[in-house]
């Protein structure tokens, strides 16, 4: 399994950007897909973007043109930063890192969210 720590959230005004990074850590060569997910009060939580391990990245038709996620490297982690752009108020809620893929058994980690929220 991986352990995953998000940062970056806060307040920003509809229009502006923020960019969300979720640091991997642990067994990070046994991730399969990593990515982002939100929850918006009331609602269940979706996927906004991820990333395989092949480079292929697939994103929510909501954000398509606005947000776009990424990934570094490097020696023993994995960080994935989600750029959001021309941000609107629908686009609050806890934002969630989460990473799948196989060690010994197959996993479905999550990070402990970072809240987003976007004022009109």
């Known amino acids: 399994q991986v352990r995953l720590v998000e940062s970056g959230g806060g307040l920003v005004q509809a229009g502006g950007s923020l960019r969300l990074s979720c640091v991997a850590s642990g067994s990070t060569f046994s991730i399969e897909v990593i990515g982002w997910y939100r929850q918006a009060p009331g609602k269940q939580r979706e996927l906004v973007a991820d990333?395989?391990?092949?480079?292929?990245?697939?994103?929510a038709d909501s954000v398509k043109g606005r947000f776009t996620i990424s990934r570094l490297y490097a020696k023993n982690t994995l960080t994935v930063y989600l750029q959001m752009n021309s941000l609107k108020p629908e686009d609050t809620g806890v934002y969630y890192c989460?990473?799948?893929?196989?060690?010994?058994?197959?996993?479905?980690?999550w990070g402990q969210g970072t809240q987003v929220t976007v004022s009109s």
């Open positions: 990333v395989s391990s092949g480079g292929s990245t697939n994103y």
């Open positions: 989460n990473a799948q893929g196989v060690w010994a058994n197959r996993y479905d980690d």
